[in-house]
């Protein structure tokens, strides 16, 4: 686990991500994105970088259940900042269908990922998280039953919190990852981080923790 304190967040977060999309691959290289505010200059800058985009794929971490055109959406926050500025394959852009039942919804995109996985858990090269106040990632929310899930990698998880659903990755597809950047900014997210380094914290941004990759911290 490597923490960043940074003076160039978007600089340094542009590299990291495209470091970890380039050079020779046998497949599409595959990132997930994030919602929430903080990573739309990231991604206003990554679209500016130039990368293979058309051997590039994108899946997202979470989504809010809502249609593609609505302004808490991350596929549209996404979309404007980054995904309609490169040229990536139309089939390489995995969207969480926010519209749908988020049961379905779930259960439809887990599916799209295993029709793309060779063989067992679909791996991403570069998984890109942010945490809440509370310790969420993705929409993995403290005290909510998505926390629990060890089988499924998708799935529609009630937040209490928010008093809505959400669909979202689960740890297994998480940890799964070859490489995760948590993209934090805000001192008032800096007491959770300090909570997390202390190695006392069961947050859920603390059950982040890939078999084999690593991880990246990188705070502004
Ligand atoms: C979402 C995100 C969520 C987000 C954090 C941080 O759909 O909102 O996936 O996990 O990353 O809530 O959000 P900010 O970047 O807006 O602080």
Known sequence: MQFIESSDFVGDAVNIIASALSGESNRPYRI???????????????AEVQLDWSNIEITFGDERCVPPDHEDSNFKMA??????????????????????????????????LRQRSETGIYTHDLILLGMGEDGHTASLFPGTSALNESDRWVVSNHVPQKEES?????Y?????????????????????????????????????????????????
């Open 166 to 170: 959400r669909i979202t990755f689960t």
């Open 79 to 112: 979309s404007g900042s980054l995904l309609n500025k490169v040229s990536l394959n139309e089939m390489n852009i995995l969207r969480m269908r926010g519209e749908l039942d988020p049961v379905d919804a779930a259960r439809e995109y887990e599916d799209s």
């Open 32 to 46: 997930s994105l994030c919602g929430g505010s903080t990573p739309e200059p990231v991604y206003q800058a990554l």
């Open 172 to 220: 297994p597809i998480i940890n799964a990852a070859r490489k995760i950047l948590f993209l934090i900014r805000g001192e008032d997210k800096r007491r959770i981080v300090d909570h997390v380094l202390s190695g006392e914290s069961d947050l859920p941004v603390s059950l982040v923790d890939p078999e084999e990759g690593s991880v990246i911290w990188l705070l502004d």
